[in-house]
């Protein structure tokens, strides 16, 4: 069982950053991670997945060029820098861990979930 506790959310202008964090109860170092979001009123989606090393990254094409996510095995917590951030990355974000060394996309590549972390960005 691992559980996943996100940090940093809260609320930031357009235009700003914020980096969140997800910490793992466990060693998550053979699986590869994941970060979500969930509008109000939109399904979950996918926003970013690194694998175990580091060395492979997805990210979703609205989000390209602007967010970073890295890992730090050895804390067991992965990161989301977020930068130049519009009114429209609002959202409550979720960290998954896979139990997959494959970067998987959808939710179903996803066996564990934090609780969330609510992300508001201000026009």
């Known amino acids: 069982q691992v559980q996943l506790v996100e940090s940093g959310g809260g609320l930031v202008q357009a235009g700003g950053s914020q980096r969140l964090s997800c910490l793992a109860s466990?060693?998550?170092?053979?699986?590869?991670m994941g970060w979500f979001r969930q509008a109000p009123g939109k399904e979950r989606e996918f926003v970013t997945a690194i694998n175990w090393s580091g060395s492979v990254t997805k990210y979703v094409d609205s989000v390209k060029g602007r967010f970073t996510i890295s890992r730090d095995n050895a804390e067991n917590t992965v990161y989301l820098q977020m930068n130049s951030l519009k009114p429209e990355d609002t959202a409550v974000y979720y960290c998954?861990?896979?139990?997959?060394?494959?970067?998987?996309?959808?939710?179903?590549?996803?066996?564990?979930w934090g609780q969330g972390t609510q992300v508001t960005v201000s026009s």
């Open positions: 466990t060693r998550t170092f053979s699986r590869s």
């Open positions: 998954a861990a896979s139990g997959k060394l494959a970067v998987g996309t959808t939710q179903q590549d996803y066996d564990y």
